[in-house]
């Protein structure tokens, strides 16, 4: 007689509450530097910061425990670790804005959105029980997924800050909806891609020693291309062109395993952007910013002031930074959403920002765990595609800011000031999440 | 599916270490760069943000930083600030430094390395960084003195210790306060430096040691006379004076003062010749000596050389390869010759001083913020020009000038006073720059002081009579009676 029995293995949740307690360390005593050098610490306040820290930390582990047990332990300690930064940073730039005469709360409100992250974070596990389930919605995913990406181009919806479009005003309030877009496009992709792997992999002709893909399963890859194309020139932002593209190709080679597909697609964006340079003043300045910053004609035209003053901020605080609340962030234009990433390295030094990379590295390394992990092949897509999302997102921010390529108007996950983004990577952890429940949970063996 | 994402998370671990590579360029491999770039107000902000040394005068503070609530953290205050500024200068967040805030930075920021103990102690017990005080050989009495006989006129005046080379007094007309310049509102501070830079009198420039050098005229003739005691000739020695001089190679002549002759005769005596300030003796001498020796002499008394007292002193010029009708003009102070008031202020200490010049300074004392003296500046020689018996055959001939000659305005009941007036043609047809050095008592003396009022002074254009006997020597004799009732001399 054959029973089936669930054996119990070790989870690693109770590593996961060890890791919770640092990163909720990491948080509070951050905020308590900052609190104390702005000469404004009360034990109160803190005690009832740390404490809240330490219920949504719990609450978050429970819900974990309860609706996806074997999920991934490393990725809520990190996720934490990097919003408790996030949230201190930002409360130190209200700080020496304040200081300078402009009352600022973004500290208060991006506190609120982390708290509402992690609650839809919850929400997904409860709602998505299972991620095979959103395979079904492929295409709906599809079309909301472009709807999203092309809605700030609508006349009168969308909206121009800072010389790219990709705001849409909504209720009063200015919303990227690029970022939910993001998300909606990787289930897309992935559900398209396992059905039609086969199809795309597909030997087509040779050529330079490498087999290419067949002309006539290029459509797909020549509208992606078209639409990141169509962002980046009226949008006017390279970085979310960049990102989609970016996805897409990534999860095409992980489908097909054709590197093919990747020198095709890359070409073709390569070509449209040095296109797009050439011919469009806009993008072409934001060329000439990145390649000669420091030139003073580009300088004094203002259209490098900002990168140039983020370089000159990242490079006082040095090796080991100016300490949290001693330097002068606030001389950067956007120092809490754009530039966080140069605050943090002016205050915490190059070690800190090594420090802050290297929790993101993990993040994305666990992600892609997950996705060899699990076992069906949307699963393996999907999360290796939020995975990837994650990495090149921060890359081509920070990369921005560091001079690696030019400045785009993303966002930086988790850290940055702003709703959007925030409720956008917390629904990303929480799919993340979801899928490393699948891969990690033990085989029921016949006994 | 696993091998190509095994592989695009090492594409993602590569991008992570391009962007780790690029952070660590900015930080620390370029950041020394960056942090010395023009553009970058936070190396600006850091500096103002620091306390900033005091400077002290008479055991007196005369510039501090005093605490105060905006981004700047502190506030440089200047008490009696117009009266000092040609010493101190002016610390702007938008114009920068200039004077002794410049010259002195690092001390008074505290980043010098002679501070280097403090910064630790500081950084160890948690204080800020403080800079150091910095003390000043200047003299309150004298510096209030000189500035109030100045007036409004547009000159200078330079007072030293002809003993140590301390400067006693530096007044430069007119002048601004920095107070205006200090305020931490960029567009009210830009607003008054630009009024201060239009206006016609230049109130920025220092007179004394910088902006403008002047021709000397007759003053420089003690710089003749040096040379002509070095070459043999004794206050006793005639020289060929006649009423009007042919300068040689030309059609022009040279006059004396209101056309005068300078003796009953066509001759008369090196002494008389400098009494009298004769113009035609001090040409004919200075055609004899040839101009070598009248420039080696000028050189041993500082011309051409640029110096740092510490500010920054132009260097005074003199004519290149002269012919004998240049040289007889540039041998009573005027053609090419220029000088700075303290240049023509060392030539006077060093007569007062046995023929040895004492090399001038400013700072006294710079002493840590515990007190501790960080620099003390000592007395030093910058040359010998003069022989000590040619010094007080000079000195005597000079007492000549104040007791019998033009400088008879400089005279203090009871004291013997050496001087020299002059007063030199511009050559734009505005009035004289009137000059007059001098020291006091002549045998033992403690001051040595150069006047210089620019074209007529008060008079001004309409003064085309003004001369350095009327116009510069009381100025001088004021200064001079205030360093001697200080000492008790008086």
Same mark, same amino acid.
């Given at each position: 007689m054959a029973t089936v029995a669930e054996i119990r293995v070790p989870t690693g949740r109770r590593a996961e509450i060890a890791l919770l307690a640092i990163a909720v360390m990491i948080a509070v005593l951050a905020r308590g530097l900052v609190d104390y050098h702005a000469d404004f610490l009360e034990l109160d306040t803190l005690g009832l910061y740390a404490a809240g820290a330490i219920v949504l930390a719990g609450v978050a582990h429970m819900v974990v425990r309860r609706y996806a047990p074997s999920a991934d332990t490393v990725l809520l300690p990190a996720v934490f670790a990097l919003n408790g930064i996030g949230l201190a940073m930002i409360r130190r730039i209200d700080f020496a804005y304040a200081e300078r005469g402009r009352e600022t709360s973004f500290g208060q409100i991006q506190l609120g959105w982390a708290v509402l992250g992690l609650a839809v974070m919850i929400v997904v596990l409860l709602v998505v029980r299972d991620h095979r389930v959103l395979r079904r919605y492929t295409y709906t995913a599809g079309v909301l997924g472009l709807i999203g990406l092309l809605l700030p181009l609508v006349p009168g919806l969308g909206t121009e800050i800072n010389g790219a479009r990709i705001w849409i005003s909504l209720f009063g309030r200015s919303v990227q909806p690029g970022e939910f877009a993001k998300i909606a496009l990787v289930i897309f992709f992935a559900g398209y891609l396992v059905t039609n792997r086969d199809t795309l992999a597909l030997a087509g002709p040779k050529f330079l020693g490498m087999r290419f893909p067949r002309p006539r399963d290029m459509g797909p890859l020549v509208l992606v291309w078209l639409a990141s194309m169509l962002v980046q020139i009226y949008e006017r932002d390279l970085g979310t062109s960049l990102l989609f593209f970016g996805i897409f190709l990534s999860m095409l080679y992980v489908a097909t395993e054709r590197l093919s597909w990747v020198v095709v697609g890359l070409g073709m964006?390569?070509?449209?952007?040095?296109?797009?340079?050439?011919?469009?003043?806009?993008?072409?300045? $934001?060329?000439?910013?990145?390649?000669?910053?420091?030139?003073?004609?580009?300088?004094?035209? &203002?259209?490098?002031?900002?990168?140039?003053?983020?370089?000159?901020?990242?490079?006082?605080?040095?090796?080991?930074? %100016? &300490?949290?609340?001693?330097?002068?962030?606030?001389?950067?234009?956007?120092?809490? #959403?754009?530039?966080?990433?140069?605050?943090?390295? =002016?205050?915490?030094?190059?070690?800190?920002?090594?420090?802050?990379?290297?929790?993101?590295?993990?993040?994305?390394?666990?992600?892609?765990?997950?996705?060899?992990?699990?076992?069906?092949?949307?699963?393996?897509?999907?999360?290796?595609?939020?995975?990837?999302?994650?990495?090149?997102?921060?890359?081509?921010?920070?990369?921005?800011?560091?001079?690696?390529?030019?400045?785009?108007g993303l966002t930086t996950p988790f850290l940055a000031y702003g709703g959007s983004s925030m409720l956008a990577n917390w629904i990303i952890v929480g799919l993340i999440l979801r899928v490393s429940d699948q891969a990690r949970r033990p085989a029921l063996e016949v006994v | 599916m696993n091998e190509p994402i095994r592989r695009l998370s090492v594409v993602v671990l590569v991008m992570f270490l391009v962007l780790m590579g690029a952070a660590s360029y900015i930080q620390v491999i370029n950041a020394n760069e960056l942090n010395a770039d023009g553009r970058n107000v936070r190396t600006l902000y850091r500096e103002y943000g620091t306390f900033r040394g005091p400077f002290v005068v008479d055991g007196d503070t005369i510039v501090a930083s005093k605490s105060v609530d905006d981004s700047f953290n502190y506030q440089r205050t200047y008490t009696d600030g117009a009266l000092y500024a040609a010493a101190t200068g002016y610390y702007s967040i938008v114009f920068g430094r200039s004077g002794l805030e410049q010259?002195?930075?690092?001390?008074?920021?505290? #980043?010098?390395?002679?501070?280097? *103990? !403090?910064?630790?102690? /500081?950084?160890?017990? &948690?204080?800020?960084?403080?800079?150091?005080?910095?003390e000043m050989t200047l003299d309150s009495t004298l510096q209030k003195?000189?500035? =109030?006989?100045? &007036?409004?006129? $547009?000159?200078?005046?330079?007072?030293?210790?002809?003993?140590?080379?301390?400067?006693?007094?530096m007044v430069t007309s007119p002048t601004y306060d920095p107070t205006l310049l200090a305020g931490h509102n960029?567009?009210?501070?830009?607003?008054? +430096?630009?009024?201060?830079?239009?206006?016609?009198?230049?109130?920025?420039? !220092? $007179?004394?040691?910088?902006?403008?050098? +002047?021709?000397?005229? #007759?003053?420089?003739?003690?710089?003749?006379a040096a040379a002509a005691l070095e070459s043999g000739y004794t206050p006793e020695t005639s020289l060929y004076a006649p009423q009007e001089?042919?300068?040689?190679?030309?059609? !022009?002549?040279?006059?004396? +003062?209101?056309?005068?002759?300078?003796?009953t005769t066509d001759t008369t005596t090196l002494k008389d010749a400098l009494r009298v300030s004769c113009n035609t003796a001090f040409a004919n001498l200075g055609m004899?000596?040839? *101009?070598?020796?009248?420039?080696?002499?000028?050189?041993?008394?500082? *011309?051409?050389?640029?110096?740092?007292?510490?500010?920054?002193?132009?260097?005074?010029?003199?004519?290149?390869?002269?012919? /004998?009708?240049?040289?007889?003009?540039?041998?009573?102070?005027?053609? /090419?010759?220029r000088a700075t008031p303290l240049q023509m202020a060392m030539v006077t200490a060093a007569i007062a001083n046995h023929g040895q010049l004492m090399t001038p300074y400013l700072v006294k004392t710079v002493r840590a913020p515990?007190?501790?003296?960080?620099?003390?500046?000592?007395?030093?020689?910058?040359?010998?020009?003069?022989?000590?018996?040619?010094?007080?055959?000079? %000195?005597?001939?000079?007492? =000549?000038?104040?007791?019998?000659?033009?400088?008879?305005?400089?005279?203090?009941?009871?004291?013997?006073?050496?001087?020299? %007036?002059?007063?030199? =043609?511009?050559?734009?047809?505005?009035?004289?720059?009137? *000059?007059?050095?001098?020291?006091?008592p002549a045998d033992n003396p403690t001051i040595a002081v150069a006047v210089l009022v620019e074209n007529g002074g008060a008079q001004g254009d309409a003064g085309k009579e003004a001369t350095g006997g009327i116009v510069a020597a009381p100025i001088a004799k004021a200064v001079m009676e205030a360093a001697l009732a200080k000492n008790g001399n008086s």
């Amino acid at each position: 007689m054959a029973t089936v029995a669930e054996i119990r293995v070790p989870t690693g949740r109770r590593a996961e509450i060890a890791l919770l307690a640092i990163a909720v360390m990491i948080a509070v005593l951050a905020r308590g530097l900052v609190d104390y050098h702005a000469d404004f610490l009360e034990l109160d306040t803190l005690g009832l910061y740390a404490a809240g820290a330490i219920v949504l930390a719990g609450v978050a582990h429970m819900v974990v425990r309860r609706y996806a047990p074997s999920a991934d332990t490393v990725l809520l300690p990190a996720v934490f670790a990097l919003n408790g930064i996030g949230l201190a940073m930002i409360r130190r730039i209200d700080f020496a804005y304040a200081e300078r005469g402009r009352e600022t709360s973004f500290g208060q409100i991006q506190l609120g959105w982390a708290v509402l992250g992690l609650a839809v974070m919850i929400v997904v596990l409860l709602v998505v029980r299972d991620h095979r389930v959103l395979r079904r919605y492929t295409y709906t995913a599809g079309v909301l997924g472009l709807i999203g990406l092309l809605l700030p181009l609508v006349p009168g919806l969308g909206t121009e800050i800072n010389g790219a479009r990709i705001w849409i005003s909504l209720f009063g309030r200015s919303v990227q909806p690029g970022e939910f877009a993001k998300i909606a496009l990787v289930i897309f992709f992935a559900g398209y891609l396992v059905t039609n792997r086969d199809t795309l992999a597909l030997a087509g002709p040779k050529f330079l020693g490498m087999r290419f893909p067949r002309p006539r399963d290029m459509g797909p890859l020549v509208l992606v291309w078209l639409a990141s194309m169509l962002v980046q020139i009226y949008e006017r932002d390279l970085g979310t062109s960049l990102l989609f593209f970016g996805i897409f190709l990534s999860m095409l080679y992980v489908a097909t395993e054709r590197l093919s597909w990747v020198v095709v697609g890359l070409g073709m964006f390569v070509a449209g952007a040095a296109f797009a340079g050439t011919v469009f003043a806009h993008v072409h300045s $934001r060329y000439e910013a990145w390649l000669h910053a420091l030139d003073p004609a580009v300088y004094s035209s &203002g259209t490098s002031e900002q990168l140039v003053r983020g370089l000159f901020g990242m490079a006082s605080g040095g090796l080991l930074g %100016t &300490g949290l609340g001693e330097g002068r962030p606030d001389l950067v234009p956007y120092a809490e #959403s754009d530039f966080i990433v140069a605050s943090l390295g =002016e205050e915490l030094g190059l070690t800190g920002l090594m420090a802050v990379l290297t929790l993101y590295v993990i993040l994305v390394q666990r992600s892609m765990r997950t996705a060899i992990g699990v076992r069906d092949g949307f699963g393996k897509l999907l999360a290796a595609g939020l995975g990837f999302s994650l990495a090149l997102q921060v890359f081509i921010v920070v990369g921005g800011v560091t001079r690696v390529i030019p400045l785009t108007g993303l966002t930086t996950p988790f850290l940055a000031y702003g709703g959007s983004s925030m409720l956008a990577n917390w629904i990303i952890v929480g799919l993340i999440l979801r899928v490393s429940d699948q891969a990690r949970r033990p085989a029921l063996e016949v006994v | 599916m696993n091998e190509p994402i095994r592989r695009l998370s090492v594409v993602v671990l590569v991008m992570f270490l391009v962007l780790m590579g690029a952070a660590s360029y900015i930080q620390v491999i370029n950041a020394n760069e960056l942090n010395a770039d023009g553009r970058n107000v936070r190396t600006l902000y850091r500096e103002y943000g620091t306390f900033r040394g005091p400077f002290v005068v008479d055991g007196d503070t005369i510039v501090a930083s005093k605490s105060v609530d905006d981004s700047f953290n502190y506030q440089r205050t200047y008490t009696d600030g117009a009266l000092y500024a040609a010493a101190t200068g002016y610390y702007s967040i938008v114009f920068g430094r200039s004077g002794l805030e410049q010259s002195e930075n690092s001390l008074l920021n505290g #980043s010098d390395d002679a501070l280097f *103990w !403090n910064r630790l102690g /500081d950084l160890f017990a &948690g204080r800020e960084q403080e800079g150091a005080s910095v003390e000043m050989t200047l003299d309150s009495t004298l510096q209030k003195v000189a500035s =109030e006989q100045l &007036g409004d006129q $547009r000159g200078a005046v330079v007072a030293l210790d002809p003993t140590t080379g301390e400067i006693l007094a530096m007044v430069t007309s007119p002048t601004y306060d920095p107070t205006l310049l200090a305020g931490h509102n960029s567009v009210e501070v830009n607003k008054k +430096y630009q009024e201060l830079l239009n206006d016609e009198n230049r109130p920025l420039i !220092n $007179r004394a040691i910088a902006g403008d050098t +002047y021709p000397p005229g #007759s003053v420089f003739k003690l710089v003749v006379a040096a040379a002509a005691l070095e070459s043999g000739y004794t206050p006793e020695t005639s020289l060929y004076a006649p009423q009007e001089l042919k300068l040689p190679g030309t059609s !022009n002549t040279m006059s004396n +003062y209101q056309n005068e002759k300078c003796d009953t005769t066509d001759t008369t005596t090196l002494k008389d010749a400098l009494r009298v300030s004769c113009n035609t003796a001090f040409a004919n001498l200075g055609m004899s000596l040839g *101009w070598e020796v009248i420039e080696r002499k000028a050189k041993e008394f500082g *011309w051409t050389d640029q110096i740092d007292i510490p500010l920054s002193v132009a260097a005074s010029r003199l004519p290149e390869d002269p012919d /004998d009708a240049q040289t007889a003009m540039a041998s009573i102070g005027q053609y /090419d010759d220029r000088a700075t008031p303290l240049q023509m202020a060392m030539v006077t200490a060093a007569i007062a001083n046995h023929g040895q010049l004492m090399t001038p300074y400013l700072v006294k004392t710079v002493r840590a913020p515990d007190l501790r003296v960080v620099q003390q500046n000592e007395p030093t020689e910058y040359s010998q020009p003069m022989t000590a018996a040619d010094a007080q055959s000079l %000195t005597d001939m000079m007492v =000549e000038v104040v007791d019998n000659g033009s400088g008879r305005a400089a005279a203090i009941d009871g004291v013997k006073v050496a001087g020299k %007036t002059g007063t030199a =043609e511009t050559g734009d047809g505005s009035a004289p720059d009137n *000059w007059f050095v001098g020291f006091a008592p002549a045998d033992n003396p403690t001051i040595a002081v150069a006047v210089l009022v620019e074209n007529g002074g008060a008079q001004g254009d309409a003064g085309k009579e003004a001369t350095g006997g009327i116009v510069a020597a009381p100025i001088a004799k004021a200064v001079m009676e205030a360093a001697l009732a200080k000492n008790g001399n008086s």
